[in-house]
């Protein structure tokens, strides 16, 4: 697995645009004939409406326990970002290279692909389960599904290493994730008769000011976990929207927000006091005046916090694997919690920082990629 295989692989996984909103089947078909080349099958797991697919490929005995090595083939986009070149280009500068998806995190993959011969030059003992997904980005989507199908045809695994972002840090917890998109539906009126109508921006800015209370709550005095890096949960609002014209009272508005919880939070339980507040105090002030009016309440995101014990086999061999004897937690969300829910012990190990994640000119250090091959290297000779 030299560094030239990995570049290579990589240049091929990030010529495909796979922004989450695209479908991802052109890239789910070149890997598969990627792993074909080396007498590997793979297995699909179609999203509901067949647009894209989340890959599972088994290399070692599959009803022995072994180790899943996970990785979403998902990009954020590129609109509006200042690019110097064309994003799905792999270039080269300096000792780093360039590409939507190279730290976030096709660098994982492409180690991952670039391995399959070295996993194939003797036999190995505990298999290895490369687990390619789709709509990471957008809430861990298809990980549940994928899960599903690994566990249908495999042993129980051992352990799952999720590549994001570390440093080749090991990460041991995450933080959950639950979000809703909200609509206030008002009744619309000329601005000078605003009493007889229902503004729905004003009503929206109450359910935005109540997440605010919220999130200060949680600053001053929720729980704390002291290995992230802000130690407690936390509550935001990302977007509000509505009205057209100054003299009009607003008929809708929508409101996005979230929160992000340690393992010691619920994060459902967090939100029910938002959308207690909504239907049983802003709600009926807004019929009060017009029966019509309405909260609409959706959850778009919503995905489990990792917590794995500093003291388990898992961390242990990962720190091992890693050749680190630290441990740390990240804010951000991973696959992670998924597979952790459904029983199987998770770490987070993989190149490139977060810091390079999701921006223009997106970039890894060629040295991670390295450092990210003798990882997997050291676990192939463990696995024999």
Known sequence: MSEADILAILARLVAHDTTSRNSNLDLITEVEAMLAVHGVSSRRVPSEDATKSSLIATIGPAHVPGIVLSAHLDTVPVDGQAWTGDPFTLRRQGERVLGRGVTDMKGFAAVCLAAVPEMLAKPLSRPLHICLTYDEEVGCLATPALIAALLQDVAPPLACIVGEPTEMGVVIG??????????????????????????????????GSAVQLLARRLEREGTRDALYDVPHSTAHVGSLHGGSALNMVPEQATLALEVRVIAADNARALLQEIEEFATGVLLPEMQAVAPVARIHINATIDYPPLETPEDSDVVAFAKRLAGRNSVSKVAYGTEGGRFSAAGIPTVVVGPGSIADAHQPDESIAIAELVSSRAFISRLIADCR
């Open 174 to 207: 995450h933080k959950g994730k639950r979000a809703l998109d909200i609509v206030v539906e008002g009744t619309p009126g000329h601005s000078s008769l605003a009493p007889r109508f229902v503004n729905a921006v004003e009503y929206a800015a109450r359910l």
